[in-house]
């Protein structure tokens, strides 16, 4: 994940690629590619970075993958949770404005969340199997479901 700027951009190890440190949250000057700082072995499990309102937030998977928490790096806090999904989380993406939380699911089922309270607002049923990706348009007001069979949805709206 870059930063606003794109002065500097983050990375997530899990467990299994550093068996002698755990997770890692890596920080990397974008200009050189040269490591700034790391935070070794929390939080478990990290299945997104974000950085919302200039804040680096992470989102820690639950539930044997059908569950989030969002955590706020520096104080380490939960800010919120997100439940709901009935088959394993395969993507997610942030709207632009970091207010709203967009997640998909192996069953095509894609939930659209409050960042600040946890609350779903919406659920959208992609019709053909798996919804594995999502993504915004640069101005945000367009996602992107990339699905099963090489099939991608748009969806366009104007509230990020």
């Known amino acids: 994940e870059?930063?606003?700027?794109?002065?500097?951009?983050?990375?997530?190890?899990?467990?299994?690629?550093?068996?002698?440190?755990g997770n890692?949250?890596?920080?990397?000057?974008?200009?050189?590619c040269r490591e700034i700082s790391a935070i070794i072995g929390e939080p478990a499990t990290a299945f997104g970075l974000?950085?919302?309102?200039?804040?680096?937030?992470?989102?820690q998977i639950l539930n044997n993958g059908r569950s989030l928490k969002l955590l706020d790096i520096e104080s380490r806090k939960?800010?919120?949770s997100f439940s709901g999904h009935e088959s394993e989380l395969r993507g997610l993406?942030?709207?632009?404005?970091?207010?709203?939380?967009?997640?998909?699911?192996?069953?095509?089922?894609?939930?659209?969340?409050?960042?600040?309270?946890?609350?779903?607002l919406l659920s959208l049923k992609v019709n053909a199997g798996e919804a594995g990706n999502l993504a915004?348009?640069?101005?945000?007001n367009v996602l992107a479901a990339a699905g099963d069979g090489g099939i991608i949805r748009l969806w366009r709206g104007t509230d990020n």
């Open 24 to 32: 890692a949250l890596r920080f990397w000057e974008t200009s050189s």
């Open 50 to 59: 974000a950085f919302v309102d200039g804040n680096l937030r992470v989102l």
């Open 93 to 120: 993406a942030f709207s632009p404005n970091g207010k709203r939380l967009f997640t998909c699911d192996l069953d095509g089922q894609i939930k659209i969340w409050d960042v600040a309270t946890g609350q779903e």
């Open 2 to 21: 870059f930063s606003k700027d794109g002065k500097q951009f983050i990375t997530a190890t899990p467990p299994d690629d550093e068996p002698l440190e």
């Open 136 to 140: 915004f348009s640069p101005n945000g």
């Open 78 to 80: 939960e800010l919120a």
